[in-house]
């Protein structure tokens, strides 16, 4: 596989993160005619039944697919074995005939993270690293602090000090990690995580091209448990965009490979409050960064470090890229709640995202829908918590039974209710 800038194409030494020539980001080129499709279709399929920890994980078992890196040494928590489900009380939500969710939130750590984290911290760890950092809204810290303690390698997270997730941070405390709270949001952290020498630190945000690698993927989990079968729209939300960027990667490779004889069409989601990326789709230009806000703080960010990527993903397949508000965003994650299932409010970015194109006409009722959630519903409980202590849509108040009898009346009015329903 070669290293290449994505901006000028220009190649890059393997250990290097952005273009000596022009500062773009890298990304790995994959020769796929060297690959023959329908081999490595049987072989991933015969790795399901092995019981080899890189066979069993839904990263390391498309590893013809990923950088060259010793398969003996890899670190693995068996990422991206996730089950891809029927959105029941979804589709019917988003007024679709059917729908379901590829829930990347059953990882290890609970988020899309860990598909690419495997992936970088291998490398990182590989290569010598010490000491891995990364800016985060707290999955990615999660993540990479999962990853690099199982390594040996010390993670340090940069965090912004308030609104973000508190069981994400504990959760990055737990794994071992020191954890940099700033005063800034997460653009200034990513800045600041950007000017380091990546030779003396290992830089595992979504610009690292080998994150990029491990997330491509979860686009070849998705399709294998559709028997290859293509799906009409694939919608994710978007925040820093390396999830659209790798989702559009893995795609386009399945289709080199002749896995797949043609591309879904990709519909990015941002939250109405960090939606640069959306504006700049309707109207063209550069990216304009704005001071970002939203209640979904996982894509609470203001200037996308991989919009170039991403566009030219979202344009190849068709796609669209929209945004919907908060309040949508909430009674959406409530939605995904009720199909027994739950997420994390920025996952839930996407049902709200459907919902809206099936209004507008971009969406086909008929249309075959596959929705991302990226992340697991315990990573924000307070969220939920509070949306349920309120007075909207879908809020499911605590019920207080004060003696036996009227727990008994309260069970004779659910069944009623239900029979009827
Ligand atoms: N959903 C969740 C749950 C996320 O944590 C993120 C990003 C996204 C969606 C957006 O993905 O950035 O690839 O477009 N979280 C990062 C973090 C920024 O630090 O955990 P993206």
């Given amino acids: 596989m070669k290293l290449l800038c994505s901006d000028c194409g220009q190649p890059a030494p393997a250990d290097a993160l952005f273009c000596a020539h022009c500062g773009g980001l890298l990304a790995f080129e994959l020769d796929t005619a060297a690959i023959d499709g329908a081999v490595l279709r049987a072989l991933v399929r015969s790795r399901r039944t092995s019981n080899a920890h890189r066979d069993r994980s839904g990263v390391w078992r498309y590893r013809e697919l990923l950088p060259a890196l010793d398969p003996d040494r890899i670190v693995t928590l068996r990422e991206n074995d996730v089950p891809l489900y029927a959105a029941i009380d979804g589709a019917r939500y988003a007024g679709l ?232 965003i909430a009674d959406a994650r409530a939605v995904i709640g009720r199909d027994g299932i739950g997420c994390e409010p920025a996952s839930a970015a996407s049902l709200a995202g459907a919902k809206a194109l099936v209004a507008s006409g971009t969406i086909g009722a008929s249309d075959d829908v596959v929705l991302v959630l990226t992340g697991h519903m315990l990573k924000d409980t307070a969220y939920a918590a509070e949306y349920h202590s309120g007075s909207a849509r879908f809020a499911n108040a605590i019920v207080h039974a004060r003696s036996p009898g009227e727990l008994s009346a309260r069970i004779d009015e659910l069944a009623t209710a239900r029979a009827g329903a």
């Fill in 97 to 328: 005939d059917g729908a379901s969710y590829l829930h990347l939130g059953m990882n290890p750590t609970g988020s899309f993270k860990d598909a690419g984290m495997t992936v970088a911290v291998t490398h990182a760890a590989q290569s010598g690293a010490r000491v891995a950092i990364c800016a985060s809204t707290g999955n990615t810290a999660a993540s990479m602090a999962a990853y690099a303690s199982r390594a040996g390698v010390q993670a340090l997270v940069l965090v912004p000090s308030t609104g973000i997730s508190e069981s994400k941070v504990a959760q990055t405390l737990d794994y071992g990690a020191v954890v940099l709270g700033i005063e800034g949001d997460f653009d200034a952290a990513l800045a600041m995580v950007r000017r380091l020498d990546p030779r003396r630190v290992a830089i595992v945000n979504s610009v690292n091209p080998y994150r990029i690698e491990g997330q491509k993927t979860a686009a070849f989990v998705m399709l294998e448990q559709r028997d290859w079968k293509v799906p009409d729209w694939f919608v994710l939300p978007g925040g820093n965009l390396g999830n659209t960027s790798a989702f559009g990667k893995g795609f386009r490779e399945a289709y080199a490979l002749g896995l797949i004889d043609r591309l879904p069409r990709i519909a990015v989601v941002q939250a109405a409050g960090a939606a640069p990326f959306a504006r700049l789709f309707a109207s063209g230009g550069e990216m304009v960064p704005v001071k970002a806000q939203t209640t979904a703080t996982a894509i609470k960010i203001g200037a996308p470090a991989s919009w170039k990527k991403a566009l030219r993903e979202v344009r190849g397949t068709n796609g669209t890229v929209i945004s919907v508000d908060d309040a949508t």
